[in-house]
């Protein structure tokens, strides 16, 4: 048993070296993109010649989900395809770029020379790298190319790295601004110039001198070269365009000049920060944003990221530096410490109660020994199936604590219980081992039976339970056997007779250890100022030789101190070791003489219950409807919203707003922002909305990252609130008060100061997407599809109308709330709370835009082609790409444009001029006219059909479902017949995840029958087992919607997915604590008493296990429902409904699982079943009919609670008042 012991052990061990770090296993579904850009194109251009064609043929492609696409104003377009889980991503993107590459030759010549990029990538960004100039030496069309040749290409080869893009991209391009005055003046048209270039401007292969075959006698063979493409702006501007007939030569510098420029300058980006002074710093900055792999280790992959930044940070020109201001990684470390702080806090807790209950130091180190063994021997399981160390897993193990101490509790109890009654160890062991291993065996299968069929649940919900079941489903297995084979061998070797009386809670060495810990730390400061003043330490270095101890002293005295203090500490511990001991064995009377009181009113209690057993029957009914009731009654959601250590923010100026105009707003938000407590940095784009995806020279966004989490502490709650009450009782200072810094008080600060300063813009703040991966900020976002064309302003308007009433406030049924005054003069006030909040739409219909109409008769008439007119637009206003040239290794575009006083007023248009067939130059205001036009900024579309988005999210307090149905319910009323909507990114996870908690909890309690059918040999004696199962999920249900009373501060109060996990994990549990109730009575039974002698007397005997098992899981989960820091929310939202429902397991399993089994069995047993007719019949009903019916009304219940993923168009038309009220 040693040796087995150890073996897994060892295995356990060199496994969790080599796991990986996650926050969550690979759940984010995979995604392709699909990116191009038409420079110069509208959005109603782009999405008419490049995404029609192509998302053609992508629709449909193999294991599609949903796609979504935007075309903006600056020739931008996007496509993400995201599909199923489970696909290989590899495939995914070949299927696309197949697809893709059937719709290439209908794109137009510009698209097919620049080419269309498909990537596998995931839409979260893990980490961005600035580089910026502290001095200012350096403008950003430098830092940007530096980044871009420097930097760039590094980071993408790294592993885990799919992509590296950089905000503000400014490629080098050697710009020719052309001045078409003069060309004009000098008869040419912006074509000539394009011909010249690509003419002038060209590689060419120029062959070899003496190259084969040649004649006989050939010395040399020498390669020829020749200047094909141009380098410099002043070899570009000697281009010859045009020769006169007197032999003078037109050059580029003739009509324009050529600078080494940026390709594109719509985008800026900019890092501010605060000093320690308080001086505030808005760096311009090249942002690189790192996505990883949807597969990569995100620890590993930021880790390499940041050790080569800090490689090639040796490189830098001077005045060039890094800052990391948004990093996702820190939430993941901390959030995976915590857990493991957890899981030390859950296994003191642990020792605790079990050293409470068997109260000698032999009998609680058996079990304390077989924890580590199981918990340790799990990771081999883990590194076996390929599993990481991440939340899900590591709240497995945390969970499992309870369950692998009860195994060693239960045998361990049983020992105790034989040596008691005057055996010696040996015999007691194989006495106890006799009872007790059908029990264990059983309730191993049970959990096992629980835990493993999760594993096999499809979609999204699947990739939650999987690790996590199968992690706490080995460490049931390996329990059981350390239960069998370990426990024994160690009960045999260490448990002793006891004299009634005396107690030995802990050995003396125990006591000196406590001792020389505790003066280490608290005596070693007290002790300080004494050594110092000896003299004695005088000679020595004060350089420090250990890490810091006790309240922040670091030197060689502080060690002496410390050790001193260690060892008068442990003098203390041995000398009040005897007393301390004889003042835990006075505590342990007490206890066990209250405990044989409560067990004896237990018996009576029990007993009186199997008198009145209908009652009892009665009772449970209407526990299963209020149960039934509450499930009802419960909102749902989905992974409750977290403080990752940053929010977003979502900048619309005005439409039309220039890039600068923009510029100054994020300047004015990152002041505001930089000052507010709790913020550590801000990260602003210009140009780009990374919430919305889109682009326009109205759009921003800011990146507003908080303090480490150890800077913004919690503010106590509960656990404070008892202390200030216990400190005044005992006279003592209170604690003062914390500033509370979670991350949504921070944005509903912001948020008003944002409103206030800023009127001019529409700023929304959005927490993280909850799921990394899955959409780009928290909440949810709602596609209002326009299905029977009838246009944008239309699409517009109703998408208008619903953000209006959604912020205005809408109940969960989707009716507008009703403002009651509060008084004259005063604003009304709701007269509930809303569901829904921050509801915005990039979308607009009505942009004011320039439409140029070509008067086509006009051109024929005047001799002018109308490809000349395209082309001169595209050339002299939108910028137009003609070649490439080579530079640093690499190869640049060359794009010509007209100066830019020619193109910043619409009148310009008519005064550019077109040659025509006659040679003579035409206006092109005479063959086109210009007038003012509204359109739309960014045409987004979803499944192929024409879309808006609307982002929000729900309201604290309100549950993610309930603020989904509660918008359904909006948008099925105020939609036309021609509009329908559908949920993508989190919300169509949610609602394609659906309602499987019940189902995964019914499908649970159907395992543990078969489980215990099997075991049992009997059909009818499970019934006893599962009975009480479904009341833990009405004490959960309780807790959860009563977290705050239990001072879990951070918790949704909705049934989410750990909501649902940790129903399963009760159901295990409930079932295991019925079990050890209905073995030993059946076993009693067995040997000739009654069956009401039986129960009772299994009841007494199985109660202190009973509780000091239950006692030992409550109190292992207690720090999961007090967690604070990063990922408390998860934690809580588990804690929570493990907590209050194995409360509820505990109190409802000891009182009528024996009512259960007295009935039953009785029944069995009764003159009526002795008839093999009648039992036949009845095997018939409990294996066959049972578990259809049952089956049947969970799913009936599940589907009724399901909210459909999709609407589809609404048949009637909107009602008079409805309209009216419109």
């Known amino acids: 048993a040693s040796v087995l012991s150890i073996v897994i052990t060892l295995a356990g061990g060199l496994a969790l070296l080599a796991l990986p770090i996650a926050m969550f296993p690979q759940i984010a579904p995979p995604t392709v993109s699909v990116t191009c850009q038409y420079p110069g194109a509208s959005a109603q251009v782009v999405a008419e010649t490049i995404a029609a064609p192509i998302e053609q043929q992508v629709n449909g492609v193999e294991n599609m989900m949903y796609m979504s696409s935007a075309c903006t104003n600056d020739g931008n377009y996007t496509l993400m395809v995201t599909f199923k889980q489970g696909i290989d991503m590899n495939l995914a993107q070949v299927l696309v770029q197949n697809r893709v590459s059937l719709a290439v030759p209908l794109l137009p010549d510009v698209i097919k020379a620049t080419g269309v990029t498909t990537k596998k990538r995931s839409p979260d960004i893990l980490l961005t790298i600035g580089i910026y100039s502290p001095v ?64 002038q401007n060209l590689q060419v292969a120029t062959g070899q001198i003496g190259q084969s075959p040649i004649v006989r006698g050939q010395q040399t063979q020498v390669t020829l070269s020749t200047l094909g493409r141009l380098v410099d702006p002043d070899q570009f501007e000697k281009i010859v365009v045009k020769t006169t007939a007197d032999g003078r030569m037109v050059r580029i510098r003739d009509v324009g000049w050529v600078e080494l420029g940026a390709k594109n300058q719509d985008i800026s980006s900019s890092i501010g920060t605060v000093d320690e002074k308080g001086e505030m710093h808005l760096y311009p900055v090249a942002n690189l944003a790192v996505f990883q792999l949807p597969d990569a280790n995100a620890l590993e992959t930021a880790d390499l990221v940041k ?187 260490l448990l002793r007779p006891r004299v009634k009386g005396q107690y030995q809670a802990l050995p003396r060495l125990a006591f000196v250890a406590l001792g020389s810990w505790q003066g280490y730390v608290r005596l070693g400061p007290y002790l300080l100022p004494f050594v110092r003043s000896s003299g004695l330490m005088g000679r020595v270095a004060s350089a420090s030789l250990v890490p810091e101890v006790g309240s922040g002293f670091a030197s060689t005295p502080a060690v002496a101190a410390g050790l001193a203090g260690a060892l008068l500490g442990g003098l203390a511990g041995w000398a009040l070791s005897k ?43 209407g526990l299963l409807f209020l149960t039934y009731g509450k499930f009802l009654g419960t909102p749902r959601g989905f992974i409750p919203a977290q403080d990752m250590g940053y929010m977003l923010v979502n900048i619309q100026l005005p439409d039309s707003a220039s890039l600068e105009r923009t510029e100054r707003v994020i300047q004015q938000i990152n002041e505001i922002a930089c000052r507010a407590p709790g913020v550590s940095a801000t990260v602003g784009i210009s140009g780009q909305s990374l919430v919305l995806n889109a682009y326009g020279s109205n759009f921003g966004t800011m990146i507003i990252t908080l303090d480490e989490f150890k800077n913004r502490p919690a503010p106590g709650g509960l656990a404070v609130a008892v202390e200030n009450w216990v400190r005044r009782r005992l006279g003592l200072k209170e604690k003062p008060p914390v500033p509370d810094l979670y991350y949504e008080v921070i944005m509903n600060k ?151 006083n020619y193109r910043d007023q619409k009148d310009d248009i008519n005064r550019l001029q077109i040659r025509n067939k006659r040679g003579t130059m035409v206006p092109l205001g005479a063959a086109a006219s210009v007038r003012e036009i509204n359109g739309p900024l960014v045409l987004s579309r979803y499944n192929m059909y024409p879309a808006a988005s609307i982002n929000g999210s729900a309201v604290p307090g309100v549950s993610s479902g309930s603020a989904i149905r509660a918008m359904e319910e909006l948008s099925n009323r105020e939609l036309p017949q021609s509009m329908s909507y559908e949920w993508t990114e989190m919300a169509y996870l949610e609602l394609a995840a659906g309602n499987t908690a019940i189902v995964v909890f019914g ?60 129903l399963v994990v009760l159901v295990g549990l409930a079932s295991k604590n019925s079990i050890l109730i209905v073995q030993f009575a059946k076993l009693i039974h067995g040997r000739g008493k009654p069956i009401r002698e039986a129960t009772l007397e299994a009841c007494r005997l199985r109660l202190r296990p009973i509780i000091m098992t239950s006692m030992a899981f409550i109190l292992g989960v207690v720090p999961l429902l007090f967690a604070h820091g990063a990922g408390a929310e998860m934690r809580q939202s588990l804690g929570v409904a493990v907590f209050s429902g194995m409360l509820g397991v505990t109190f409802f399993g000891v009182l009528l699982t024996p009512v259960f089994f007295y009935v039953i069995d009785t029944v069995a047993e009764s003159h009526v079943f002795a008839n093999p007719v009648v039992r036949r019949a009845g095997r018939i009903l409990l294996v066959f009919l049972m578990p259809i019916v049952v089956l049947r009304d969970l799913f009936r219940l599940a589907s009724r609670q399901m909210p459909k993923a999709q609407a589809k168009p609404m048949p009637k038309t909107k009602e008079p008042e409805l309209a009216e009220h419109k």
Not at 339 to 360: E, M, P
Not at 1006 to 1033: D, G, T
Not at 1040 to 1058: C, E, P, Q, R
Request: aromatic share 10%.
């Open 750 to 900: 912001l948020r008003g100061q944002f409103s206030r300063a800023i009127p001019e813009a529409n700023i929304a703040l959005f927490g993280p997407p909850p799921l990394r991966g899955v959409g780009r900020a928290g909440g949810w976002m709602l596609m209002i599809e326009d299905r029977g064309d009838l246009g944008s302003t239309a699409l517009q308007k109703e998408v208008e109308n619903l953000v209006r009433l959604g912020n205005d406030g809408i109940d969960l049924k989707g009716m507008p709330i009703v403002r009651v005054p509060t008084g004259s003069g005063k604003t009304p006030v709701p007269a509930r709370q809303s569901t829904v909040q921050g509801l915005a739409s990039v979308f607009r219909a009505n942009v004011p835009q320039v439409f140029l109409d070509v008067d086509r008769t006009a051109c024929m008439i005047k001799g002018v082609e109308l490809g000349d007119v395209f082309m001169t637009l595209q050339a002299y206003l939108g910028s137009l790409y003609v070649n490439d040239f080579n530079r640093f290794g690499r190869t640049w575009q060359v794009i010509i444009q007209a100066m830019a």
């Open 307 to 493: 050790a080569k930044i800090e490689e090639l940070k040796k490189d830098f020109p001077e005045d060039v530096d890094y800052m990391i201001r948004y990093d996702t990684t820190p939430f993941i470390r901390e959030s995976i410490q915590e857990v493991f702080k957890t899981l030390l806090d859950s296994v003191i807790l642990v020792a605790l109660v079990v050293l409470l209950f068997l109260q000698n130091w032999r009998s609680a180190l058996i079990p304390l020994i077989a924890v580590p063994v199981a918990i340790i021997g799990t990771f081999a399981v883990m590194a076996a199936f390929g599993f990481s160390l991440n939340n899900l897993t590591l709240f497995g193990l945390v969970l499992a604590i309870g369950i692998v101490v009860d195994d060693a509790i239960v045998v361990v109890e049983a020992v105790e219980h034989h040596i008691e009654h005057g055996m010696g160890p040996k015999q007691a062991t194989l006495q106890a081992m006799s009872e007790v291993s059908a029990p264990v065996i059983a309730v191993g299968l049970v959990l096992s039976a629980v835990f493993i069929p999760c594993a096999f649940i499809s979609g999204i919900t699947g990739q939650f339970f999987r690790q996590f079941a199968l992690t706490i489903a080995a460490s049931t297995i390996l329990s059981t056997i350390n239960s069998l084979t370990l426990s024994p061998a160690l009960s045999a070797l």
């Open 579 to 621: 007393p301390l001991n004889q003042a835990l064995g006075r505590f342990f009377d007490l206890f066990n003489r209250g405990f044989t009181a409560t067990a004896g009113l237990y018996s009576r209690l029990v007993s009186g219950m199997l008198r009145v057993f209908v009652l009892v029957f009665l009772v449970y009914a």
């Open 136 to 199: 200012g030496r350096y403008d950003q069309l430098y830092l940007s190319n530096y980044a871009y040749m420097r930097i760039r290409d590094e980071m993408a080869r790294l592993p885990g790295v799919t992509d590296v893009t950089m905000f503000g991209q400014r490629d080098y391009s050697m710009r020719i601004w052309l001045d078409p005055d003069k060309l004009a003046q000098r008869n040419m048209t912006a074509g000539d110039v394009v011909l010249a270039l690509r003419e």
């Open 1003 to 1062: 499908f649970s309690i159907v395992m543990v029958f078969l489980v215990l059918a099997a075991q049992f040999e009997s059909w009818a004696m499970p019934l006893a087992v599962i009975l009480s199962v479904p009341l833990c999920m009405l004490s959960a249900l309780l807790g959860v919607t009563n977290a705050k009373l239990l001072g879990a501060n951070n918790t949704s109060l909705d049934i989410n997915i750990f909501t649902q996990i940790g």
